[in-house]
């Protein structure tokens, strides 16, 4: 199970930092990853890391700007996001697989948590 939070109203130009907890059988993970939906687009990749590893992989368009980060300890994943645009507005969603993939794509994610609005102001 996932559990997101973090969300908010921010200017843009501001900050925001999502967590996502995990319970239940964590030591399955290969991956987690950030994705993210706005009103009528599909489902798109934000950023990816794995479990064990430091190696993280990002969409263009937060490359520079977002860092996801874990701490296993806590098994919390991080998305910190700085320089916030309005296009940045979406619903941002979590997700773990125990696969060996890459993470790009949805469909390769197992488990979803719920999503947290992220609402960017111009």
């Known amino acids: 199970q996932l559990q997101a939070s973090g969300g908010g109203l921010v200017q843009a130009g501001g900050s925001l930092r999502l967590s996502c907890e995990a319970s239940?059988?964590?030591?399955?993970?290969?991956?987690l990853g950030w994705f993210r939906q706005a009103p009528g687009k599909e489902r798109e990749f934000v950023a990816t890391v794995r479990w064990r590893g430091d190696r993280t992989s990002y969409a263009d368009s937060v490359k520079g700007r977002f860092t996801i980060s874990r701490d296993n300890a806590k098994n919390t994943v991080y998305l910190q996001m700085n320089s916030l645009k309005s296009e940045d507005t979406a619903v941002y969603y979590c997700?773990?697989?125990?696969?060996?993939?890459?993470?790009?794509?949805?469909?390769?994610?197992?488990?979803w948590g719920q999503g947290t609005q992220v609402t960017v102001s111009s």
């Open positions: 997700a773990t697989s125990n696969r060996l993939v890459d993470g790009y794509r949805s469909y390769e994610y197992d488990y």
């Open positions: 239940g059988r964590t030591f399955s993970y290969y991956r």
